[in-house]
């Protein structure tokens, strides 16, 4: 790297790291000249003091004042000097320019008031310091000090006793001063070799301080004696010619100007390698634009964009990215700088001889260049698969330098597997910090959150002592995740333990961050402080409207076209696999998960005038993960009934439906079993894969593997109504999509493990509940459908031995519900055990409750038992109560269906006058305000 890039490049990173002092000489204030408004050089001021006092040889600059203030006092002495500095004179861009830098302090010898003007026109944050006091007052963390007093102030120093002084007119200044000296890199503008200004400040340097940070001045011209005397004193001349920056006049006070704005603007905008054909240096470019990045686990696209800057994303089918730098005659941007977009083609033109080259040659050129390396292992930590390359040959399709430190979309998909599984990722890690970061991860994913917390607390103490920001700004993120849910979790047992325990204020400890710091992580930020979570929603909405109106203007007869059409899938994998991989305990903010979920949605509605709808394993999880039960049923509700044509399929790979199936399921319901605490989430988990599976044509093996499954849980005491919902449904779209024959004795051996659960008084209440509500209806239809019979006889029996023990109330229920079902499904055997167990209730039935009635009905209906006549009057006798309208059931719609499926079916025409007063007393109890049922 050339000498000059290097001393630039300190420079730069001393401004980063809020360590750059700007000293500010009286070529700075000329810049503000005018036509009308001229600033005096030294040489004006010295003459002018001449002439009032006579003088004509040569003497001391300091003694020169000296003697003009003891001939005409101080009132004439300030008059003299201060009619050379009108407090209105405009600032020039050089100095806006100065203050963009925002250095953390910046020095003045200058008397005038231009750069407190500019301060104040520009809005920048600067404490003006032109006294001890105003240092003392002062609390702004950048401040700018005039050493030399201002004429507001009366305390301008020129004459000699001024300098002899100073020390003890300016002892808080000097110290401060001096500590600038020691700690910050010292760049000097506006003065010449001869400044006397200059001169002074080199004797100081000299005299108080023997090792400083570097220095630096900025000069247009090349003269080697005074370079060396500076250099003496510690301080480094940048000789800033016309070549780099395009100004020829640089003898001019506006050429010099210019070129000290360019070259101000060239450490801005970081465009140090913009000067130099050295591909060493555009390389070293890049990756010191990169390499803070290599602290992750994974790199979000828009990471990459934000730090290199004038650039895009091209994407493909495969769901990874191609990496485009913008050129000079490119796309516009609002980031848009020219130099930037030289080295971007500098960088290219390294790219295509090498991409032409033999492996050998490759080979040998990666070996001895490390940097390249590792900016392609960084882009490859975003899914980036390589580099786009000027289109000479092939239009229509992108050719690219292969980034060959990634795998095939097929190889990723695969390790990203171990992600998206459900099931704890070993890390294999020699980085204690990473292999904590997993520790801390998995702790929290299995509820262990005190455990979590505390290898968190360890996390943050060690990126904090070895400074790997990133990392830490990711630990203090979840330190309020695991905090919310040890404090905040309805299920959580630790609050008290955590009360004392604050969240953190991210915001304020990501401003306390080194500022070349904040600048490489604000994307980060904006991801964990949810700022581009919610644009990201945003972006979302359009995308879900848009294509919704394009799917009808399609099956309207429209035709569409979408250039961008596979970035959402691109970037839902990439945004997914960025907290996954970085271990960002972020499943609970709900704005990220909504994201998650409208990257499927999006998924479904691009694919929807098509045939088939495919999903990928990262849409698989998202809608295993985010989506609620009761929200995914909606989603997917578009693929439960075959109405015409148009209906799409949904389709996943025979690959993913064996990871779903070997490994998802079978992790889910191991999780049940073994974890039942209403913390966990795992219920949810399961019945959307088993939803997601519902609307998937499988084979009889997967089927049975499936089934298999059902059977474990329904026998552990982890089933809830949910999971009987989804396995109903799951039997029901299996049947009515795709007429699956499934083997009965799979789906007799589900019935068997649910009659033994019952029989052994293993089931719950949630057993009791869907047996008896019907949430497992369709195992009994599907049985019939497919003509099984039940057969065991022994297994019934002790079954009906079982409910004989239940009160009677519980018995008509099971009789109405399970036994009923199994009935319908028994040959002649079981079918006879059963009715005789249902007729000796029949015969027992003596009360005038609901029950007995409704299930007196239901006997009628079923078959069990004929319809007599004084069964009327027990009615009528019933209904009694209700008549009054002061009193209801809900019951009384059970009986209305009862009644009318009595005359529509068994033509019990009697009941006729039963059905139209259940009718009224229904419809009386529906035209009642704020009605409640009893």
């Known amino acids: 790297m050339h000498l000059k890039n290097v001393y630039i490049k300190n420079i730069r990173q001393a401004n980063e790291e809020d360590r750059l002092a700007i000293f500010v000489g009286s070529g700075v204030s000329k810049s503000s000249d005018t036509d009308y408004i001229s600033l005096p050089s030294w040489n004006d001021l010295i003459d002018e003091l001449k002439s009032e006092l006579a003088i004509t040889e040569n003497l001391d600059y300091l003694k020169l004042a000296q003697l003009h203030y003891l001939e005409f006092g101080e009132q004439k002495y300030n008059k003299t000097l201060k009619k050379y500095f009108p407090e209105d004179i405009a600032p020039s861009s050089l100095h806006r320019t100065i203050l963009k830098l925002n250095p953390h302090v910046i020095i003045t010898t200058n008397w005038d008031c231009i750069i407190e003007n500019a301060i104040e026109q520009e809005g920048h944050l600067y404490d003006t310091i032109c006294t001890d006091n105003d240092l003392v007052k002062s609390t702004s963390h950048n401040k700018f000090i005039k050493i030399h007093g201002d004429f507001k102030n009366h305390n301008i120093v020129f004459k000699e006793d001024d300098y002899i002084n100073y020390s003890r007119n300016f002892p808080l200044i000097e110290n401060y001063i001096k500590s600038i000296f020691s700690t910050h890199t010292v760049l000097f503008l506006g003065y010449s070799y001869n400044d006397i200004n200059l001169k002074h400040i080199t004797k100081w340097i000299q005299s108080h301080s023997k090792s400083v940070p570097p220095m630096y001045l900025v000069s247009f011209l090349t003269d080697k004696s005074q370079e060396s005397y500076l250099r003496n004193h510690g301080i480094t001349t940048l000789v800033v010619d016309s070549e780099n920056y395009s100004i020829n006049d640089i003898k001019s006070l506006k050429g010099r100007s210019a070129l000290t704005q360019s070259f101000l603007t060239s450490i801005i905008n970081d465009d140090s390698a913009a000067f130099t054909h050295d591909d060493q240096e555009v390389i070293s470019f890049f990756y010191d634009r990169l390499k803070h990045l290599k602290q992750q686990n994974s790199v979000s696209h828009n990471q990459i964009k934000r730090a290199i800057t004038n650039c895009g994303l091209l994407y493909d089918t495969d769901g990874l990215g191609v990496f485009e730098l913008f050129k000079s005659n490119g796309t516009l941007t609002t980031d848009y700088s020219e130099t930037i977009r030289i080295i971007h083609e500098k960088f290219l033109n390294i790219l295509i001889p090498l991409e032409r080259s033999s492996p050998e040659e490759k080979e040998e050129f990666y070996r001895k260049n490390p940097k390249f390396n590792d900016i392609f292992f960084i882009l490859s930590l975003a899914n ?546 704020n009605r409640s049922l009893i």
């Open 384 to 929: 980036i698969k390589g580099v786009a390359l000027p289109d000479e040959h092939h239009l229509g399709k992108t050719r690219y330098f292969v980034n060959y430190k990634i795998d095939s979309s097929e190889s990723l998909e695969l390790k990203d597997r171990e992600h998206i599984s459900f099931s704890k990722c070993e890390c294999e890690s020699n980085d204690f910090v990473k292999l904590l970061s997993s520790e801390s991860y998995e702790s929290y994913r299995d509820g262990e959150y005190e455990l979590a917390f505390k290898k968190n607390s360890e996390i943050i103490l060690a990126c904090k002592r070895h400074r790997i920001y990133s990392v830490l700004l990711i630990a203090l993120f979840n330190k309020n995740s695991i905090l919310w849910k040890l404090k905040h979790s309805l299920f959580s047992d630790q609050e008290s333990k955590f009360e004392k325990e604050f969240e953190v204020d991210l915001q304020d400890e990501f401003f306390k961050f080194p500022r070349a710091e904040i600048k490489k992580n604000q994307v980060l930020y904006d991801f964990l402080s949810l700022n581009s979570v919610h644009q990201k929603a945003y972006e979302c909405s359009k995308k879900i409207l848009e294509l919704t109106n394009t799917v009808k203007m399609i099956r309207a007869g429209g035709v569409s076209f979408n250039n961008n059409a596979d970035e959402p899938a691109s970037t839902h994998t990439n945004l997914l696999m960025f907290a996954l991989k970085n271990h960002i305990m972020i499943d609970h903010y709900a704005p990220y998960n909504a994201v998650m979920r409208d990257f499927v949605k999006i998924s479904i509605l691009r694919q929807s005038v098509k045939n088939i709808v495919k999903l990928n394993q990262y849409e698989i999880y998202s809608a295993i993960q985010f989506y609620s039960s009761k929200e995914l049923k909606s989603e997917l509700s578009t693929f439960f009934k075959r109405k015409d044509s148009t209906q799409p399929y949904l389709e996943i790979s025979d690959e993913h439906t064996q990871w779903i199936i070997s490994t998802i399921l079978p992790k889910f319901t191991d999780l049940l079993i073994q974890d039942r605490s209403l913390r966990n989430n795992y219920e949810t988990g399961f019945e959307n894969c088993v939803r997601i599976l519902a609307l998937i044509d499988l084979s009889e093996t997967i089927i049975s593997k499936v089934i298999s499954e059902f059977s474990r849980l329904i026998y552990s005491p982890s089933t809830t109504i949910g999971i009987y919902e989804a396995i109903n449904d799951f039997l029901a779209h299996q049947h009515s999509l795709f007429n699956r024959d499934i083997d009965t004795d799979i789906l007799i051996a589900v019935l068997n493990t649910l009659i033994d659960k019952i029989t052994f008084k293993k089931a719950h209440a949630w057993d009791h509940h869907a047996i008896l509500r019907g949430s497992i209806s369709n195992l009994y239809g599907y049985i019939q459908v497919a003509k099984g019979k039940y057969t065991d006889v022994e297994r019934i029996r002790r079954l009906l031995s079982e409910l004989k023990t239940y009160p009677p109330e519980e018995q008509r229920n099971f009789s109405r519900s399970l036994l009923y079902s199994v009935f319908n499904i028994s040959n002649s055997t079981v079918k006879n055990m059963i009715k005789r167990f249902i007729l000796r209730i029949i015969s027992k039935q003596n009360s005038k409750e609901i029950n007995n009635w409704e299930f007196e009905l239901w006997s009628i209906a079923a078959g069990f038992k004929d319809f007599k006549l004084d069964s009327i009057m027990k009615f009528n006798s019933y209904l009694e109560e209700f008549r009054d309208g002061r009193i209801f059931s809900s019951q009384l719609y059970t009986l209305k269906e009862l009644t009318k499926h009595l005359i529509d079916n068994k033509k019990i025409n009697e009941l006729e006058d039963v059905d139209k007063e259940l009718q009224h007393l229904i419809d009386c109890y529906e035209r009642r305000p």
